[in-house]
């Protein structure tokens, strides 16, 4: 079992709101990603971090924004939420090496009406 | 584009059968392949590594093949159960960057039935 978390699991809001996905890891891990999966797409990394104040765009681009003030921590705001945020979040951590393995959370399914 | 193509998008099977799944890439220079499982609802969780000078590696009744020469990689269950009804993604890293840059294919849909 992977030690990295993510809440709330499942989040319904309306249109215009604030909101904030948590993801917290104990493995020590610097490297932090979060992607955003839809049904049947392949996974789009929206936002990444390779250490504490360090973070960057992904591919896909996103209006959310992300911050790492602690190893652990690495929280995903949504100033205004709006239907085309409706998505899966992942959150996910790495060791240093490149390209290793990569330990997902449960992950957030965000439903904007 | 996207660099990785999995196939089938989809597939059921009866408990007990066996089954491939195949993942063809195009991403180069190649460093090395991962195959993750993910079931509904869930974060994916890594069941293989391929370095490019692996043929083939098992994981349990999972064993994974790579042949860096066609760019293609399988992943064959072995007397599926219930359990393994789950999204099988693809993972390509490329080493051309000091980044580790990760490819994704949009996943299998396995269906196990009883």
């Known amino acids: 079992e992977a030690d990295i978390y993510q809440t709330p699991r499942y989040l319904v809001i309306g249109t215009g709101k604030k909101i904030t996905l948590e993801c917290s890891q104990t493995?020590?891990?610097?490297?932090m990603y979060w992607y955003q999966q839809d049904p049947g797409m392949e996974l789009h990394l929206i936002h990444y971090?390779?250490?504490?104040?360090?973070?960057e765009k992904g591919d896909l681009s996103s209006e959310s924004t992300v911050s790492r003030i602690r190893t652990e921590h690495f929280p995903l705001t949504l100033e205004s939420a709006r239907p085309s945020h409706t998505s899966q979040y992942l959150c996910?951590?790495?060791?240093?090496?490149?390209?290793?393995?990569?330990?997902f959370g449960e992950g957030s399914r965000l439903t904007v009406l | 584009k996207n660099q990785v193509e999995q196939s089938p998008q989809s597939l059921i099977i009866l408990e007990g059968k066996n089954c491939t799944l195949q993942c063809n890439y195009t991403v180069s220079p190649f460093s090395n392949l991962r195959w993750y499982k993910q079931d509904t609802g869930r974060g994916p969780v890594s069941l293989t590594i391929?370095?490019?000078?692996?043929n083939t590696k098992s994981n349990g009744r999972y064993t994974a093949t790579l042949d860096a020469d066609t760019k293609q990689s399988s992943l064959h269950i072995t007397a599926s159960q219930l359990s393994d009804s789950a999204s099988y993604i693809c993972?390509?890293?490329?080493?051309?960057?000091?980044?580790?840059?990760?490819?994704f294919g949009r996943g299998t849909q396995l269906t196990v039935w009883p």
């Open positions: 993972v390509v890293i490329d080493r051309g960057s000091t980044l580790g840059r990760l490819y």
């Open positions: 493995m020590g891990h610097d490297k």
């Open positions: 391929m370095t490019f000078s692996e």
């Open positions: 996910a951590s790495s060791g240093q090496a490149p390209g290793g393995e990569l330990f």
């Open positions: 971090s390779y250490g504490v104040n360090s973070t």
